[in-house]
């Protein structure tokens, strides 16, 4: 051993190195981690967009719950074909409500009770006297309305009368489709953008042909920005004094406009301050509002009924789809309504394909006794 000392070491197997030693246990701890992460990540970002989508589109539980009685009372009556009208009386709203003929009281006053309760409140007290049943909305202890139900003589207006409300004029008046609805030979009325100078052409130009019109208002859609109203329209986040302002200019854009519809509006017609201002403005000025309902949830009439201001529902678009054939389908269809319930308004569209529609089809609606008339004939009184 040449006189040194060998000492003996022996080799270390892979398995008894220190854990913090080991590549392949780091890795794995990293992959695994990764994993995590990825999988939390998606959580936050799933919740963040819930978040955002809740903001934009609050859920029906995240509604008030006065709202959503207030809503299911005015369903109720709404149901029931009721007349209503609406003031406040020591700061509580009183709503008269007309049933037709054929609905008694006591089914009245069980549809507004059912309609209540469902959503959340009650009828706390009921009482009758004189041929009318008097009922007190609350919830949670706050009196929300006061419904009195009657059912006098029905004076039934038995003329079928279809008003036609031509959206989207925006066009020269020397544009043909345009020339063509002014110079139609049947009532129509004419919802014109307010587009300066040219809508004030056009508002002229159709009091001269004896065509009544509509200040066409732009208002904010759900999905807007991807699709914008226009310029000055009604957004939900404006000031109370900006949306009166942006309403009276749009208004002197169109002068002799009898009235207001929107245009777009899915977003802004669904908000309760909004439409009350609108509302309360237009009420002020003597005009009318038309619904196009591009949202189920809008709640323009039952604010109208509550502010005491005039407000009309649409049928719908009777021009969805392009097609002549289904266009003329749609307006006879809206003719059998009117010739039912006597007073039907509907929406089409300033395109060359409504306007050939209406040509084909308007002696077959007078055949069955249907009268077209401007929009303002058909409010109720």
């Not at 008694?104 to 009828?123: C, D, K, M, Q, Y």
């Not at 395109?351 to 069955?368: D, G, N």
Request: charged letters at 25%; glycine letters at 8%; one cysteine or more.
């Amino acid at each position: 051993m040449n006189g040194s000392r060998q000492i003996y070491r022996p080799r270390r197997d892979f398995r008894q190195r220190p854990w913090y030693r080991r590549p392949a246990l780091w890795v794995g701890l990293l992959f695994v981690l990764g994993v995590l992460g990825a999988y939390h990540w998606g959580l936050v970002e799933a919740g963040f967009q819930k978040l955002v989508a809740l903001r934009s589109h609050p859920v029906e539980d995240q509604v008030p719950k006065t709202t959503r009685v207030t809503r299911a009372l005015y369903q109720a009556l709404k149901g029931l074909e009721a007349r209503t009208k609406a003031k406040t009386v020591a700061g509580i709203p009183v709503i008269s409500a007309s049933l037709p003929g054929n609905v008694p009281l006591v089914r009245g006053a069980w549809a507004v009770n059912s309609g209540v309760v469902g959503a959340g409140g009650a009828v706390t007290t009921g009482s009758e006297d004189k041929g009318k049943v008097t009922l007190e909305v609350s919830c949670d202890s706050l009196v929300l309305a006061r419904v009195v139900l009657s059912q006098g003589a029905q004076k039934e207006d038995k003329e079928a009368r279809l008003a036609l409300v031509i959206d989207d004029v925006e066009d020269s008046p020397e544009d043909p489709t345009l020339r063509g609805f002014l110079d139609f030979p049947a009532p129509l009325t004419l919802a014109v953008l307010p587009k300066l100078p040219r809508s004030k052409e056009i508002a002229e130009r159709a009091g001269l042909a004896g065509k009544e019109t509509l200040l066409h208002l732009p208002m904010e859609p759900k999905n807007y920005p991807e699709e914008n109203p226009g310029p000055q329209a009604i957004y939900v986040d404006l000031k109370e004094g900006e949306i009166r302002h942006r309403v009276r200019e749009a208004l002197k854009a169109v002068p002799g406009a009898k009235g207001v519809d929107n245009h777009m509006g899915s977003r802004a017609t669904e908000d309760l301050v909004v439409m009350g201002i609108l509302l309360d403005e237009l009420k002020k000025q003597g005009l009318f509002f038309v619904d196009a309902q591009t949202t189920p949830n809008s709640v323009a009439y039952q604010t109208a009924n509550r502010l005491g201001a005039q407000c009309l529902r649409s049928a719908g678009f009777f021009d969805d789809k392009q097609d002549p054939a289904a266009i003329q389908k749609t307006l006879l269809a809206l003719a059998r309504t009117a010739q039912a319930k006597h007073r039907v308004l509907a929406l089409g569209h300033c395109r060359r394909t409504t306007l050939e529609s209406l040509e084909a089809v308007l002696p077959k609606i007078r055949e069955m006794g249907v009268e077209l008339v401007p929009a303002s004939e058909v409010l109720e009184e």
